[in-house]
């Protein structure tokens, strides 16, 4: 792999955080002292990627450029995009104008493009998935013929993306072979008494106990961009009355996966993954993270 193939690191950090009470990509987890995402870019520098694009909301560029820019390793090149509701095709700025909530991480990764020449690892920025998934997602793009249209996942067991506080919601994979043939929505997943079990299409529905979840853990390839860009359009068509509905990542791969667009390999996590929703998890989840990485 030349320099010019190395993937470039994608963090989607334009939430606004609304369960949180704003500003969780730039939290920092106590003991730590640093936010999730320094702690995965740190992981991803040592797996060997050297240029990082941030997807940022503007209200939380100061903190970024001030307190996160400079703790990160030296030699990483760093580009700052920013998501703005307002970054639309001209047509639909009268809904743009009455939207407040970011369009989704489909526009998210869309408002990067110009940042990516090739291919890209693309993670959230308040998920931790631990050092194993960059290795795994860089040796995939090591392993891959530069031209193919094969992009990645790094899936995790469904057992551990469980919370101690409730229910749920997961993109739960479908696998043939070794490669992703869907992501099935399910919400409210609990433990049941064989497995798990979730709502799924309004409907209570088992699920195995050894089930892979999605969490936003993605190796794509330059040919999802011109998708995505598309595929925007076509949803800002379909929802032009509705100010609320996201543009989801997922969703464009999943339509590019049915047409035989694109292939997406499965690899099963090496580590465990953590996540924070409420402020009240920073504690719990910057203990669980320190024993992992230190202990």
Request: hydrophobic share 40%; proline share 4%.
């Amino acid at each position: 792999m030349t320099s010019a193939d190395i993937p470039t690191l994608v963090v989607l950090a334009g939430g606004l955080g609304t369960r949180f009470g704003g500003g969780k990509q730039i939290a920092e987890l106590p003991i730590l002292g640093k936010t999730i995402m320094e702690l995965s870019i740190e992981d991803a520098y040592k797996a060997g990627i050297r240029h990082v694009v941030l997807v940022i909301n503007e209200a939380v560029r100061p903190a970024i450029e001030n307190v996160i820019l400079p703790r990160l390793p030296k030699p990483l090149k760093v580009d700052l995009a920013v998501q703005s509701v307002s970054m639309v095709p001209s047509r639909f700025e009268d809904i743009a104008n009455k939207r407040m909530k970011p369009w989704g991480t489909g526009h998210a990764l869309l408002c990067a493009r110009s940042f990516v020449a090739g291919n890209a690892v693309v993670i959230t920025a308040d998920d931790y998935y631990g050092a194993g998934a960059y290795t795994q997602l860089f040796a995939h793009f090591c392993n891959i013929d530069q031209n193919t249209s094969e992009m990645a996942i790094v899936a995790y067991p469904l057992s551990q993306t469980m919370s101690e506080l409730g229910g749920v919601n997961r993109g739960v994979c479908a696998l043939s072979d070794n490669y992703l043939t869907q992501v099935h929505e399910y919400l409210n997943i609990r433990q049941a008494d064989e497995g798990y079990i979730g709502i799924f299409d309004n409907q209570e529905t088992p699920i195995k106990e050894n089930s892979l979840a999605s969490m936003t853990c993605w190796g794509v390839t330059q040919s999802l961009f011109d998708k995505l860009e598309s595929q925007f359009e076509l949803f800002l068509e379909s929802h032009d009355s509705d100010v609320k509905k996201e543009y989801y990542l997922p969703d464009c791969i999943q339509h590019m996966i049915n047409l035989n667009q694109a292939s997406v390999r499965v690899y099963v996590a090496k580590d465990r993954w953590f996540g924070v929703t409420y402020k009240e998890e920073l504690d719990s989840v910057a203990g669980k993270i320190y024993e992992l990485r230190h202990g």
